[in-house]
C-alpha cells in the first residue's frame, strides 16, 4: 500500500486532490456549464470554495460520517461538488440513474439506508417525495433547481443554495470539524457507492475505495497521456462508473476541465461547440451520428456528394494506417490531405470530433464498419472493456495498436487470466472493495487472491496480447470434438449484415454449428423493390431463392471469418435455414430487450433443428404464434435448408 | 358569489390580488354587425382568466379589445386603477400587456432566439443609430434584453432550438416559442389566443405546466381563450362564457359547469 500511496504523492482521497488542484492552479478552468446560452465556468479555486461551503451545510445539517448521499440528476457542476462534498464530510456519495422510476430508487435508497439525498429538479424531488415513507432513515432532501417547488413543503426540503450560504455562514464554528473528518480520510475509506443496473435481480451496491479510483485514474491517465489541457463532455449518467471515473477521478487527478451540456436535447450542439479532446460514448453514439451525416450526404448536391465518396474511399484505404502511424505512399498521404482539406476535417468540425485525441466506445460490440469509418477520418477510436467492479479499466486499445475485434491489451495494473471455461477474470488496483451488505455475492464474484470473475469468456490472443471477448460465460459451450462454441461471436457477425435482423447458432455438444435465421424485413423488402422482385409476405420473402442465395453469401463470408480465428474455427456455420416468421418477444422467442432465448427457441422448433442436422433438404413446420392482441394462430411452412461453405480447420494451432 | 373586492386565496394557495383590469360595458360594432354587446367582467392579479365560448361568439374580438387592436365602439376599459384612453396596440404593449395569437404570428425566417428578442423590442430605448453603431447604452442593452430572451427560453425549455429558424420548427413548438415571445417583454398580463389550439394530448399538457409555472413563478395574470372546457375547467382560475357577443356566465369553473344557459350555449338549444 505504501507503494502506491507514494506513486499519488500521498494524496489519498478525492478532496485532497481538490485541494491540490486549487491551490497549485486554482484558476484554470474546472467545471463550464452551458446555461442562458452562455457557457459559464468555474475554476478550480472557485469550485473548491462552491464544494466547501456545500460540505459545511451538510455538517450543519448534522450529516454523520460513513451516511449515504444520494446524488440524483442530470449532469451538472453542482452534482459533482455534491459528491465532493459528501466525502469531504466523511458521508459516501451514491449516485443514481435519474431516469429510474420510484420504486427503483425506493431499492436504492433503502438498501443503502441513505439520509440525505440531493437532486436536480422537482422531477427527482416528486419521486423521492413519493417513495419517502417506505424509507426509515431518510431525512433531508436537497434540491437544485427551485422551480415549480415554491408551494412544497419545506420542513425536510432544502434548496442547494440555502444549504450552502448556511455553510457558509457557520464556516468560523465548523471549519475545524470539517478539517478534522477530511484528515482522516485514507486510500481505504469508501469513496463512492455505485448501483449496477441489475439486468437479473436486484442492483448491487458496488463500493469502491479512494485507492480504487485515485489508482485507476492515475494509470488511465498515464495510458492515455491526458493532462490539464484536456476537455471531456460529461453527459452519460452519472450513476454509471464511467461517468464517476472521467468526471471526477481523472478530471481531479490531472486537473481538466469537464463540460456539462445544457440539457439532454442540446448534447450534440454543445458537443461540437465544446470539442472535447477525449471523449466517450456507447457505439449507439456513434452510430446515429454516422446515420445522420449518410442521411445529410444522400440529400446533398452531386459535387458534394462524390466528393465525398471519393474521399472516403481514399480515407477507408489509407486513414487508419496513417493513424497507426504505418507506412503509407507519398501519393496516398498527399490524396488524405487533400482530403481532410475539403471532407473529413469539415466533417469533423460538424460532429464535434475536430479535437479529439483519445476516443473510446465501450458497453457492446461496435460495428466494424462503423469503427473503421471514424479511424479513418483520423479520429482515435479505441475499445475499452470494463465493469464498476474493476473502476471501468480491465483492457484497452494502446495507440497505433486498434483492431475492431479485440479489447485491447490490460490495463497498466491490470492482470488477466483466462479460467477453465474460458472465462476471464482479473485482479488490479481497481477491484472493488465489495457490494454493500451482501457478502455472498462479494464472495462469489471476487476469490480471496483478488480475482475478479467478469462473466464473460475470452481469450488472450498469443502473438499481440490483444484480449477477445467471444460471449457471455454462460452460453459459451464445447462442441464434440472438444473445440469452443461461442454462438453470440457468431451472430453478432452475421447481424452485423443490415439484412440480417437476428441469427440463432446452434452446436452445443455436437459435431458442427447451424444457425436460424432471421431477414431484416425493411432492408430487405428495400433491396427487393429495387431489384424488382415481388412479394406478397415476410414468408415469400424469407424463402426467396435469390434472398437464400444472398444470406448464403453472407453466411458464408461470416464463416471465412471465423475461421481465421483458430480457436473459434469449429463455429463455423454448416447449415442454415432462414425462418418463416420473426422471433417475437409476443411468442417468448425474446425478451423485451430482445435477446434471443436460446432454451425456449430450442424447444419450440426441435423439428426445424433435428432437420438441420438429419441431412434433410427440406423440412415442414407448423407453429404457433400469438398476435398482438393475444389470439394464437398458427403458420404452416415449408422450409429450405442450405449448406454453407466451410473453411478447413487449422487443428494444430489450437491445440494447447 | 362571495365578495372578492381585496381579492381571495385560491384552493391550492395561490393569494390573488385586487383588480388590474376592468371591462365596462364593452360593446363592439362592425358597421352593422354587433360583436360584442354590453359585456362587463374584470381580471384579477395573479390569477388565471378564461374566456370561452362557441364559435362566433366574440372572443377573440374581446380579447382584442384587451390588446388595443380593437378600440370599443362604447364603453370603458380601466387598467391599473385608470381609465385607459384609445391606444395603439404598440402603446398597449409598452404598459405590459403582452400577447400570442390564433394563427401563430412569428418571423418564420428568423431564429427562435431572434423571435424572442423581438419580444424586447417595446423595452428598449436607445436611438436607432445608437443601436446601428453598436455604441453607448445600445450594447448594454442589448446585454440585458439576451439576459431576459435567455431566462425565457430557459423556462420554456426550448434551447435545444435556440438557433434553428422558426419555420422549420413543428406546430406545437411554434406554440411555445410565440408563448416565450410574449413572455420576453416581461407583461403583467399575458393574453394568450387558443393556446392549446391544433395541439396533441401530450404537447397540451406541456402547455398547461408551461401556463401555470409561468403563473406561479413570474405571478403574471394570465387571460386566455379555449376551445378544450378540460384544460379551461382544470387551468383558469375563473370563467366568463360569451354566447353570440354576449355574456351569459361569470365565475369560478364550478359555477360556469352548473349555470343553465352555458350548458345550452354549448349543447345547443333552438334560439328564437
Known amino acids: ?656 | 358569489m362571495k365578495d372578492m373586492s381585496e381579492g381571495y386565496v385560491t384552493e391550492d394557495g395561490r393569494k390573488i390580488g385586487g383588480v388590474v383590469m376592468e371591462m365596462k360595458n364593452i360593446t363592439l360594432r362592425f358597421g352593422g354587425v354587433v360583436a360584442i354587446q354590453d359585456i362587463s367582467f374584470d381580471i384579477r392579479e395573479g390569477e388565471i382568466r378564461a374566456i370561452i365560448g362557441p364559435n362566433g361568439a366574440g372572443k377573440s374580438s374581446m380579447l382584442n379589445v384587451i390588446s388595443g387592436f380593437y378600440v370599443p365602439s362604447e364603453g370603458e376599459v380601466w387598467y391599473k386603477g385608470e381609465k385607459r384612453p384609445p391606444m395603439r396596440p404598440y402603446q398597449v404593449a409598452q404598459q405590459g400587456i403582452a400577447r400570442t395569437f390564433q394563427n401563430i404570428a412569428l418571423f418564420e425566417g428568423m431564429s427562435v432566439l431572434d423571435n424572442v428578442m423581438t419580444g424586447r423590442l417595446t423595452q428598449m430605448k436607445s436611438s436607432i443609430f445608437s443601436q446601428a453603431l453598436w455604441k453607448g447604452r445600445a450594447e448594454a442593452e442589448e446585454v440585458a434584453n439576451r439576459e431576459v430572451a435567455e431566462k425565457v427560453i430557459d423556462f420554456l425549455e426550448i434551447q435545444h432550438i435556440r438557433k434553428t429558424p422558426v419555420g422549420r420548427l413543428p406546430y406545437g413548438l411554434k406554440k411555445r416559442v410565440e408563448l416565450a415571445r410574449a413572455l420576453a417583454a416581461e407583461p403583467t398580463i399575458l393574453l394568450l389566443d387558443e393556446p392549446m389550439a391544433g395541439m396533441n394530448v401530450e404537447e397540451k399538457e406541456d402547455m398547461c405546466r408551461f401556463i401555470l409555472d409561468v403563473n406561479d413563478e413570474f405571478g403574471t395574470t394570465i387571460a386566455l381563450i379555449e376551445h378544450d372546457m378540460g384544460v379551461v375547467m382544470d387551468l383558469s382560475d375563473r370563467v366568463v362564457v360569451m354566447d353570440y357577443g354576449k355574456k351569459i356566465g361569470d365565475g369560478s369553473p364550478d359555477e360556469v359547469r352548473n349555470n343553465k344557459e352555458v350548458i345550452d350555449a354549448y349543447l345547443g338549444v333552438a334560439h328564437d
Open chain 1, 1 to 656: 500500500m505504501s507503494q502506491s500511496q507514494d506513486g499519488t504523492g500521498g494524496l489519498v482521497s478525492v478532496p485532497a486532490l481538490l485541494h491540490r488542484n486549487a491551490k497549485e492552479f486554482g484558476g484554470a478552468p474546472a467545471y463550464r456549464e452551458k446555461e442562458f446560452g452562455i457557457w459559464q465556468c468555474w475554476n478550480w479555486a472557485e469550485a473548491e470554495r462552491e464544494i466547501e461551503s456545500l460540505a459545511l451545510g451538510l455538517l450543519n445539517l448534522g450529516v454523520n460520517e460513513g451516511d449515504f448521499i444520494a446524488i440524483i440528476g442530470r449532469n451538472r457542476p453542482h452534482l459533482y461538488w455534491s459528491m465532493v462534498a459528501a466525502q469531504m464530510v466523511g458521508a459516501v456519495p451514491v449516485p443514481l440513474y435519474q431516469d429510474a422510476v420510484a420504486e427503483e430508487m425506493a431499492y436504492v435508497l433503502g438498501h443503502c439506508g441513505a439520509r440525505v439525498a440531493i437532486v436536480g429538479d422537482q422531477e427527482q424531488v416528486d419521486k423521492v417525495i413519493e417513495v419517502k415513507d417506505q424509507l426509515t432513515e431518510f431525512e433531508h432532501l436537497i434540491y437544485l433547481d427551485p422551480r415549480g417547488l415554491r408551494k412544497y413543503d419545506h420542513t425536510h426540503l432544502h434548496r442547494y443554495s440555502h444549504i450552502q450560504e448556511q455553510g457558509h455562514a457557520a464556516r468560523d464554528e465548523l471549519t475545524p470539524e470539517l478539517r478534522a473528518r477530511e484528515a482522516k480520510l485514507n486510500f481505504d475509506s469508501r469513496c463512492v457507492m455505485l448501483y449496477t443496473s441489475g439486468t437479473t435481480g436486484k442492483p448491487k451496491g458496488v463500493v469502491l475505495s479512494n485507492r480504487n479510483v485515485i489508482e485507476s485514474a492515475r494509470y488511465s491517465s498515464a495510458f492515455d497521456k491526458l493532462g490539464r489541457g484536456e476537455d471531456v463532455l460529461a453527459y452519460l449518467p452519472m450513476a454509471w462508473v464511467g461517468d464517476f471515473i472521467f468526471s471526477i477521478g481523472q478530471s481531479f487527478w490531472t486537473g481538466f476541465c469537464v463540460n456539462c451540456p445544457e440539457n439532454a436535447e442540446t448534447m450534440m450542439q454543445d458537443l461540437r461547440e465544446i470539442g472535447p479532446t477525449y471523449f466517450f460514448a456507447p457505439p449507439r453514439v456513434f452510430e446515429n451520428l454516422l446515420t445522420t451525416v449518410m442521411i445529410r450526404m444522400e440529400d446533398a448536391g452531386s459535387l458534394k456528394k462524390r466528393m465525398f465518396d471519393r474521399y472516403m474511399a481514399v480515407a477507408r484505404r489509407v486513414g487508419p494506417k496513417i493513424l497507426d502511424g504505418k507506412p503509407v505512399g507519398f501519393g496516398d498521404r498527399l490524396q488524405y490531405w487533400i482530403g481532410n482539406l475539403l471532407v473529413y476535417g469539415p466533417l469533423k468540425n460538424t460532429m464535434g470530433f475536430s479535437r479529439v485525441r483519445v476516443g473510446y466506445t465501450a458497453g457492446e460490440a461496435i460495428g466494424p464498419e462503423i469503427f473503421e469509418f471514424y479511424r479513418s477520418l483520423g479520429i482515435n477510436l479505441k475499445q475499452l472493456y470494463g465493469q464498476t467492479e474493476a473502476t471501468v479499466f480491465i483492457t484497452a486499445h494502446p495507440d497505433g495498436e486498434v483492431r475492431a475485434d479485440t479489447v485491447g491489451v490490460p490495463s497498466p495494473g491490470v492482470e488477466l487470466k483466462i479460467g477453465e471455461n474460458g472465462e476471464v477474470f482479473y485482479r488490479s488496483p481497481g477491484v472493488f472493495v465489495e457490494y454493500y451488505k451482501n457478502p455472498e455475492s462479494t464472495a462469489s464474484t471476487k476469490d480471496a487472491e483478488g480475482w475478479v470473475a467478469t462473466g464473460d469468456a475470452g481469450f488472450i490472443e498469443e502473438d499481440t496480447g490483444h484480449l477477445r471477448i467471444i460471449d457471455r460465460a454462460k452460453d459459451v459451450g464445447k462442441m464434440a470434438d472438444g473445440s469452443l462454441f461461442a454462438p453470440k461471436y457468431v451472430e453478432n457477425k452475421l447481424k452485423f449484415y443490415p439484412n440480417i435482423l437476428e441469427a440463432v447458432v446452434f452446436g452445443n455438444g455436437r459435431d458442427e454449428c447451424t444457425a436460424f435465421i432471421n431477414i431484416d424485413l425493411s432492408a430487405v423488402g428495400n433491396w427487393a423493390e429495387r431489384n424488382n422482385i415481388g412479394y406478397a409476405s415476410y414468408q415469400e420473402l424469407a424463402r426467396h431463392p435469390k434472398v437464400m442465395e444472398m444470406i448464403q453469401g453472407h453466411v458464408e463470408e461470416v464463416n471465412r471469418s471465423v475461421a481465421e480465428d483458430p480457436m473459434l474455427a469449429g463455429c463455423q456455420v454448416h447449415r442454415f435455414v432462414v425462418l418463416h416468421k420473426e422471433l417475437d418477444a409476443d411468442d417468448g422467442e425474446m425478451t423485451r430487450t430482445r435477446k434471443v432465448r436460446r432454451r425456449i427457441v430450442e424447444e419450440k422448433y426441435h423439428d426445424i433443428i433435428t432437420a438441420l442436422y438429419d441431412g434433410s433438404k427440406e423440412v415442414s413446420t407448423v407453429t404457433e404464434v400469438t398476435y398482438e392482441d393475444g389470439r394464437k394462430g398458427s403458420i404452416r411452412a415449408t422450409l429450405e435448408i442450405r449448406d454453407a461453405k466451410v473453411m478447413p480447420v487449422q487443428h494444430a494451432m489450437a491445440a494447447e
